[in-house]
């Protein structure tokens, strides 16, 4: 969808559109849930940040090139643009595995990789899991379709020592840093006919969760502000908009 014959404004926009994001993941750690988001774009960013602080903000990456189309594509580009800002922001990006590490690398100049440990689970959890797949089995339930339950954090991400976390695609770990989400749209809610059963439910789990717990909330349009405060009853408050440019500068001229 994306040409080389977009307007020549086209990349000071896009760049426009990272600062934005990038002052909205800046302050984002500065308020506590439900209340002074309505100073995102008000005041100074030194003085809600309380001095000469420099934060240090997390970047989930949960996605691979060449299989989560369009969010890979915004994700890459953002990456590479908050390369490129002259603040004292310092980027983590949390990836999954080497392949992300690989394919990112190359953009991200001022940013540092930490891979992702495998959890090493709840053992009572687990336990609790085992007993609700018996009584399924016993039941006649096949299992095989449940409710999805929202990841929460065991305690690595906290150990990083972050001062806000970015969660820029659909997924979603719950934890105790302040946290910036990106749901993109609510499709799954308007066209449920082309999701089955497993994704409606996880998409429905995680965005809610997401929403209603984040400190504050990224898209890309009025039309979706909209639909996440009504769909999700958000302060309108905490969910800003910031439209995507086209990311022309990623792609070679024709």
């Known amino acids: 969808p994306y040409s080389s014959k977009l307007p020549v404004s086209t990349n000071t926009e896009f760049q426009e559109t990272v600062h934005k994001r990038a002052t909205c993941i800046r302050l ?33 990456v949960d996605v691979e090139p060449g299989i989560h189309g369009g969010i890979a594509t915004a994700l890459r580009s953002l990456i590479t643009a908050l390369g490129k800002l002259d603040g004292p922001e310092t980027y983590v990006l949390i990836v999954e595995n080497q392949n992300q590490v690989d394919w990112l690398s190359p953009l991200a100049a001022n940013q540092r990789f930490e891979m992702r440990p495998v959890s090493s689970g709840n053992p009572v959890r687990d336990v609790l899991r085992g007993v609700k797949g018996w009584a399924n089995k016993a039941l006649g339930r096949d299992g095989k379709v449940g409710w999805p339950q929202v990841p929460i954090s065991d305690g690595w991400l906290e150990s990083l020592g972050l001062d806000v976390l970015h969660q820029p695609t659909q997924g979603f770990i719950y934890c105790a840093i302040p946290t910036v989400y990106n749901p993109h749209d609510l499709q799954h809610l308007h066209y449920p006919q082309f999701f089955d059963l497993s994704d409606l439910t996880w998409r429905e789990t995680i965005y809610r969760a997401a929403c209603r717990t984040s400190h504050a909330i990224i898209v890309n349009s009025q ?10 009853g958000v302060s309108p408050d905490k969910v800003q908009i910031i439209p995507e440019a086209a990311p022309t500068q990623l792609l070679a001229e024709v």
Request: aromatic share 6%; hydrophobic share 45%; proline share 2%.
């Open 28 to 60: 984002a750690c500065c308020a506590p849930i439900g209340d002074a988001h309505q100073h995102i774009w008000t005041g100074s960013i030194q003085s809600l940040q309380g001095g000469d602080r420099i934060l240090k903000v997390g970047i989930i």
């Open 223 to 232: 039309w979706i502000k909209d639909d996440v405060v009504a769909q999700f």
